[in-house]
Nanobody
Framework: QVQLVESGGGLVQAGDSLRLSCEAS????????MGWFRQAPGKEREFVAA????????????SVKGRFTISRDISRDNSKRTVYLQMNSLKPEDTAIYFC?????????????????????WGQGTQVTVSS
């Protein structure tokens, strides 16, 4: 059973930092790109960041460039893979539910996908609230 479990969300003040984690299990995630998306109240889900399967190439949404960093690591037996989202200099407009996801198939592409329909497995989300 494929599972993605996010953690690390919370309530912070503008300018603070948070680190989100997403633990993925149930597939050989070694070869899957992974990404973060977010959805604010009344808005569509938007792309935040993505990392390729090697961890060597990352992409970011325009609104988070320079403030957020995505990274990933793997358990020794390849059974679990964790992706992180380090969020610095948080702003009230970063308030949203943050979702992690893995690409729909292990394409082993050099560049990670940025469109939602290229992701097949999703976590349940973690709430991030930034007060002004």
């Amino acid at each position: 059973q494929v599972q993605l479990v996010e953690s690390g969300g919370g309530l912070v003040q503008a300018g603070d930092s948070l680190r989100l984690s997403c633990e993925a299990s149930g597939l050989t995630f070694t070869y899957y790109a992974m990404g973060w998306f977010r959805q604010a109240p009344g808005k569509e889900r938007e792309f935040v960041a993505a990392v390729n399967w090697r961890g060597s190439i990352t992409y970011y949404g325009e609104s988070v460039k320079g403030r957020f960093t995505i990274s990933r690591d793997i358990s020794r037996d390849n059974s679990k893979r964790t992706v992180y989202l380090q969020m610095n200099s948080l702003k009230p407009e970063d308030t949203a539910i943050y979702f992690c996801a893995t690409e729909i198939a292990a394409t082993m592409a050099a560049s990670p996908p940025r469109r939602q329909n290229e992701y097949g497995y999703w976590g349940q989300g973690t709430q991030v609230t930034v007060s002004s």
